[in-house]
Structures are given as C-alpha cells and as structure tokens.
C-alpha cells in the first residue's frame, strides 16, 4: 500500500515509515489496553448495545422479515463500527497532533493512517465475536473467509482512509466540518443497509443505496460471514469506488498539506 | 569561516488572513463576498530576507510578537514554505517540542521515549539501541516504567531533552523553551543546550528572554518589519534592541 505514497519517499527509508505507523498505532492500542482487557470491551458494547436496540425495534416491534436477524444485525453493525468511529474522528485527528505539524517535518499522511488502522486492529478483534455468533446460528465457518475478509478489509480500508484523508485536511480550514460529518455519517448509516435487507427497499431506492460506497461493502461482509459468499462482480465494483475515493482524498490532502502548518 | 548550513536568500514568506477558519462554512457562507475577497488577501511576515548561519554556530533571534520568529523556525524545519526565495538547510534538523509533545500521560517514560524518538525521525532500532544510554542521560532510572502522568513537569522535561541530545542533531531549533519549568530546571535546561553548543551543533534559537539569548547565543538577529533590522554579536544587538 505504501507503494502508493512513493513520491513522499524521497529521502527516508520504508524503515522509517514502517516504524512510525506502528509507534502510533501501538500507541493508541497500548492505551487502549493498558493493564486491562476492558478496552476490548469498550469496542464490542457499543455494536452489541446497538444490536440490541435495533433488534428490539425492527424484529420485536416492528417485524422485519429476516431470519436470524440479531447475527444479520451484527455482521454489518461491526465493520460499521469500525468506518463511523475512523471517518467520525477523522476531522479531529490532525487538530489533536497540531504541536507536532507545526514542529516536525513528517508525512502527516501518516496521521490519519494510525487512527484507522488502530481502528481496524479493533474490528479486525471482533471477528472472533461475530463467528461465535454464527455458531450460535448454526452457521460454520467457511473457507471462502480466508480471502474474503482480507478482499474486504482491503476495500473497507481504502473508503475509511479516503475520507479520513479528505475529511481530516479540509477541518483544518472549515473548523465546523466536524459538525457536518456526523451530520453526513447519520444519514449515511440509514442509506447503508446494516439493519435492513436491501430486498426490502423498494425498487426507485435502489440508486440512492447503490450509490453509497459503503453499502457494497456492508452487503460483502454479510454475505460473507452469513453465507461463506463472495460475489466477485460485487467485489470489484465497490473495490475500485473505494480505491477512487481513496484517490481523491489523497490528491486534496496532498494539495493542502504544505499550508497545513499556516493554519494550525 | 566554517561552511554555511542554513541559508537563506531573498526568502518571502506570507500567511493567508483566513478569518473564515474559526467560523466554519457556516460562516464562510454567510459572509461569502466578504470571505471571496479574503481569500486572496495574504499578509507578509517576512519580506526578502537574507542571511546565512554558519556550522556550529548559535544564533538567536529577537523581536515583537508576531514579527515571525516562529515562521523562521518553521521555515528552517521545513515546515512551512516560503513564497519566494531560496531556503537551503544542510544537515539533520531536530526541533525541541514543547513540553509534553509528542508524549502520551498514559504510556511508560520507555514508551514514550520510542514514540518520541520515532516521531523526531529515528527509527525504531535506532532507537532501542540508545534507550539505555537515554534512560541514563534522563536519571529516570527509577521511574521509567511508571506512566508519565506522574511525572512531574521537570522530569516531562529532562526525558524529552534526553531524547533530543541522542538524535544526533546537527540543527537544533529552540522556541522559548527556555520560558517553562521552574528556575531549577531553566537552569538544567540552559546547562545542557550550552553542552550541545561545545559539541558543535550548530543552534537557533527564538526567544524573548534576551538574557537567554545573550548567554547562549554568539550572534543575534533583530527582526522588524519583516527585515533583518539588525545582525551581528549577541551581546550588541540586545543592548540595541533594549535601547529602542
């Protein structure tokens, strides 16, 4: 993935940038975990409280007909975690760390990287949960997971930087950006079918929820771990939607980086 | 006369007047002739300034608030870019972070010395294998794996300055560090930028303790209207600049 940044490569090694990301990301995990495995916890009860909410709303109340919707629920509400809470902090991130960019001569790029590997690391420790769920559900683990999951991790990992990328350069100098990314990952959340089926939505809709990048991603995670199932023409389709994404907050974090330090 | 290591020629440097930035696009929008016309709108700091430092030599600069002290740090350190001009730094620059930057209260003094040095351009290898002459150098010893929130602010201090002086530094940039911590640690501080000083590196350093400058600092540059009002031995243009 580095390969992508090799115009910042010019005088430090891949050493160095290897090392930097993990000092960060160990950083937050080590904080995170510190003396304690509450912190995992913390990254389950947030999904698992929702899925309780949602549960209770739309199985008990409300009636959808999906069968074992608890486990549906949590096969998207986990890697939904793992987008909103990187691209919902990302317009903080480079505000937090501003001593630093002010100071040192370092890719910030790599700012934003940290905060949603770290993340990631997290999401990537709640996959054992969501498999224990499909035992539970009967549902045995399937073969197609061993390069499912990285296929997706993949795609998942280039929408979330993209927008971290694109979001955490421009609050820089729109401070109420924040504000409005919450406002975005809101409604967001209701366009991407975590806790419904798409089956469900009428047919006129389908554009809308076809058009967000993270419903693609949603619907592979859940075929996945709920049916072993890979749809390759899903995959690409979505896969270069990320990658294009990627691309654009790439290129206007690079545009504004060096100005980074006047505004901070 | 040793080779120059900063120079710096006919150097421009302005900033943009985004008084829209605290508002937000809420206030973008509202005020939007108003933040159109702003956003061409610059102001500069420094206008074609020119000078050059020579290897091993520590040079501080003097002057108002908001005469772009700190822009020339940033300029040196690569941080900024200028808008006109040519800016050449030969050599490895390591500013001094403020107090606690680049630090995590929760982690270990160990852990903190790895991400510190890291974040200042070492690698990881690097340094580990200078962690304990740093433990050493920082007296620490007995602490180092207590988090650093109960430190106090001086013992913050001596780690960071532990971490810095096993970088190597060829230029060291120094923004009134010299102003926090108590009168005992001010001392220490003054102490060991004096030791980097005897080893040849070659130092900037921005303050407004002209007492400072004119104890560590053989030359002085005295800053005003974005030129170089002034240039020459420490200890004259402090007494200038008092004088004005």
Redesign the interface.
Known sequence: MLLNFHSFLQSK?Y??YF??V???VA?EL??RY?NSILGYFWSLLNPLALAIIFYFAFKVIMRVPIENYSFFLLCGLFPWQWFANSVGSSPMVLLGNA????????PTYIIPLASILNDAVHFLLTIPVILLFGFLFKVTPSPVYVWGIPCWFVAQFFLTYGLSLLFSSIN??????ER?VSLFLLLLFYLTPVFYDVSLVPKDYHRIIFLNPATGIIIGWRDLFMKGAFDVGLYFVYFFYSLGIFFVGFFIFRKLS??????L | MQESVVIFERVTKS??T?T???????N?LIHLPKSLKGFRKRYTVLREISFQIAKGECVGFIGRNGVGKSTL??LI?????PDSGKIVVKGR?S?L??LG??F?P??TGR?NI??NG????M???EVKAKLDFIVEFSGLKDFIDQ?IRTYSSGMVARLAFSVIAHLDPEIL?I?EILAVGDVEFQKKSFQKILEFKEKGITIVLVSHSLDSIEKVCDRAIWLENGGIKMDGEAKEVVSAYLRS
Request: net charge positive.
């Open positions: 090694s050493q160095y090392d930097l993990s000092v960060l950083k080590k904080v510190k001593s630093l960019i002010k100071k040192v001569n370092f820089l100098f729109f401070r109420d950006l409005l060096p100005r980074f330090a006047e505004v | 900033y943009p985004y829209y930035i605290t508002g937000g696009f809420k973008f740090l940033g350190a690569g941080v900024l870019k620059v500013p972070l403020e930057a680049g995590h929760d982690l852990e790895i991400l890291v974040l200042l351009g690698t990881k290898a988090p940039l923004d």
